[in-house]
Antibody, heavy 118, light 111 residues
Framework: QITLKESGPTLVKPTQTLTLTCTFSGFSLTTSGVGVGWIRQPPGKALEWLAL???????RFSPSLKSRLTITKDTSKNQVVLTMTNMDPVDTATYYC??????????WGQGTLVTVSS | QSALTQPPSASGSPGQSVTISCTGTSSDVGGYNYVSWYQQHPGKAPKLMIYEVSKRPSGVPDRFSGSKSGNTASLTVSGLQAEDEADYYCSSYAGSNNPYVFGTGTKVTVL
């Protein structure tokens, strides 16, 4: 059974750095073709793709957010960490991590709501 | 990278069919056979319904079907049921430098 779960702060202040951890089970991030990505959704708005890390440690980022994002993996812990710098109230959203393969996100975490406010 | 364009809403009566379009460009939808569709109920995480344009993951009813023509992909839900009422998002691979783009989302209402 494949599961993913996001963890991190629910409230961050403007200009702070957000660090989110995705802890997964049921698959390995050393399997060829597999990746873990991050997607966010502001309240009442559409999904927005943020970043993806592949099994071979290649990384891809949304061009509009690339300068603010970092993604890393720890295969021994089955974790992927996303950091986003210089948080702003417009970054308030539910952040999801999901398992990527064959061009799609087959399995999703439950999401974690992050509010940016002073 | 711009979001893929979807109609804001679509509706149908139980038992009817509804088709949702997803329009992109030759750099995304038209350039690759990696179009996906996700269903999202309120307060829930998205669920993959279609991948690689027309394939269904295990457990997804065959009432859901996908297709693509040129730069436009489509999701058809046949035999609408009350539980199909949800938001639907398309997505596409868009190249190695920006590998993923989502659609603007469509709210499907079962009348």
């Amino acid at each position: 059974q494949i599961t993913l779960k996001e963890s991190g702060p629910t409230l961050v202040k403007p200009t702070q750095t957000l660090t989110l951890t995705c802890t997964f089970s049921g698959f390995s991030l050393t399997t060829s073709g597999v990746g873990v990505g991050w997607i966010r959704q502001p309240p009442g708005k559409a999904l927005e793709w943020l970043a993806l890390i592949y099994w071979n440690d290649e990384k891809r980022f949304s061009p509009s957010l690339k300068s603010r994002l970092t993604i890393t993996k720890d295969t021994s812990k089955n974790q992927v960490v996303l950091t986003m710098t210089n948080m702003d109230p417009v970054d308030t959203a539910t952040y999801y991590c999901a398992r990527y393969a064959s061009g799609s996100y087959f399995y999703w975490g439950q999401g974690t709501l992050v509010t940016v406010s002073s | 990278q711009s979001a893929l364009t979807q109609p804001p809403s679509a509706s149908g009566s139980p038992g009817q069919s509804v088709t949702i379009s997803c329009t992109g460009t030759s750099s995304d939808v038209g350039g690759y056979n990696y179009v996906s569709w996700y269903q999202q109920h309120p307060g829930k995480a998205p669920k993959l319904m279609i991948y690689e344009v027309s394939k269904r993951p295990s457990g997804v009813p065959d009432r859901f079907s996908g297709s693509k023509s040129g730069n436009t992909a489509s999701l058809t839900v046949s035999g609408l049921q009350a539980e199909d009422e949800a938001d639907y998002y398309c997505s596409s691979y868009a190249g190695s430098n920006n590998p993923y783009v989502f659609g603007t989302g469509t709210k499907v209402t079962v009348l």
